[in-house]
């Protein structure tokens, strides 16, 4: 659907919806080609993404929205079970996911910090999350972003750790989908900083000494020096 907002350009607004064979059901309310909101079904209502919204979109209620998208549900679920039934031997989309690792800050012995796990590409949109330290699971401090469509119609999502790291703790996070033979695991571990001089430092000293040892032969030919 297309209109014209304050006099300017036409833009689009669209819903985009997807329902799986897991039982769950994505619906998405997209504003050029931006989300602008989602769908959510715990709490029955949508949940508007952007900052702020443009007239013709805060003109829309939430309840008027939220009914909208319960309407994609019906005519989803109607779509998936028609091609069900028109090719029920049809092996089903996979995707596994790539997945990275990443912390807010550089990290610091003993300072709050903050761990990414980025899983991408993956399909259909499920996906599970597992943190640990040294080994054992932890959920304290553990958050989650919800799914994100791609433009190649995968997905991704994020998990956030919350933890205060220490020389010597490990910390992995584990993903498990229905497209992997076993967890995708990425680990990540505070490096102990090396204590020393550098190699820079180590350089400028030798000159400086080298520096010194020739002031100090040039001083001693001058004072040998026969009148």
Known sequence: MSFEVQKGPLHNLHVIYGCYDSGDVR???LFDDDVAGYADFSKEEVV????????????ISKKQAY?????????????????ERADPGAALRQDAPESSMY????????VVNTLFCLANHFYPPTINFTWTKNGVQVTDGVSYL?????????FHRTSTLSFTPRVG????????HQALQEPLIRSWELEE???GASPAAGFFMASLVFC????????????????
């Open 212 to 227: 010194v040892i020739g002031i100090g032969v040039g001083v001693f030919l001058c004072i040998k020096q026969p009148n």
């Open 103 to 110: 912390t807010r800050y550089e990290g610091e012995d003993g």
């Open 146 to 154: 919800r799914y994100l469509r791609n433009s190649d119609e995968t």
């Open 27 to 29: 619906v998405d309310i």
């Open 169 to 176: 703790d490990v910390y992995s996070c584990s993903l498990e």
């Open 48 to 59: 508007w993404a952007l900052p702020h919204l443009p007239p013709s979109i805060a003109a």
């Open 193 to 195: 900083r090396k204590s």
């Open 67 to 83: 009914e909208i998208a319960k309407a994609s549900i019906i005519h989803c679920r109607s779509v998936l079970g028609k091609s």
